[in-house]
């Protein structure tokens, strides 16, 4: 029951993913041409030169915040990662309950330090 309810929950994250990928391209680029707008910002010398960045980083910041709903994407995406690695992950030692019986708690103590 569990690896079903992991596979339809990746497959909504799946979905979401898709639905966002635009959006998510859309916001990558409009960052990193905020990124480059601020180091030409830096480098104007001109007052005239740093009012144009300001009036192409404000249009740029407007673009990246039309897409900044990309981030339900980006938590679909860690979704998926997430429900991968619990699909991929194999239980560890269960350890086993301890009984009154001696015998038995003696055979696993000295599977213990046979170890």
Same mark, same amino acid.
């Given at each position: 029951?569990? %690896?079903?309810?992991?596979?339809?929950? #990746? !497959? @909504?994250? /799946?979905?979401?993913?898709?639905? =966002?990928?635009?959006?998510? $391209?859309?916001?990558?680029?409009?960052?990193?041409?905020?990124?480059?707008?601020?180091?030409?910002?830096?480098?104007?010398?001109?007052?005239?030169? %740093?009012?144009?960045?300001?009036?192409? #980083? !404000? @249009?740029? /910041?407007?673009?990246?915040?039309? =897409?900044?709903?990309?981030? $339900?994407?980006?938590?679909?995406?860690?979704?998926?990662?997430?429900?991968?690695?619990?699909?991929?992950?194999?239980?560890?030692?269960?350890?086993?309950?301890?009984?009154?019986?001696?015998?038995?708690?003696?055979?696993?103590?000295?599977?213990?330090? =046979?170890?």
């Amino acid at each position: 029951m569990k %690896k079903f309810l992991l596979f339809l929950a #990746g !497959l @909504i994250a /799946l979905a979401v993913l898709l639905a =966002n990928l635009g959006p998510m $391209i859309l916001l990558g680029v409009s960052v990193w041409l905020l990124y480059i707008v601020f180091k030409q910002f830096m480098k104007s010398d001109s007052t005239a030169g %740093k009012i144009g960045w300001v009036v192409v #980083g !404000l @249009i740029t /910041l407007s673009i990246a915040v039309s =897409n900044i709903y990309a981030v $339900i994407g980006v938590a679909a995406a860690y979704a998926l990662y997430w429900i991968f690695k619990n699909w991929t992950s194999k239980k560890e030692d269960i350890q086993p309950t301890r009984s009154e019986d001696p015998f038995t708690n003696f055979e696993h103590q000295w599977a213990e330090l =046979n170890k």
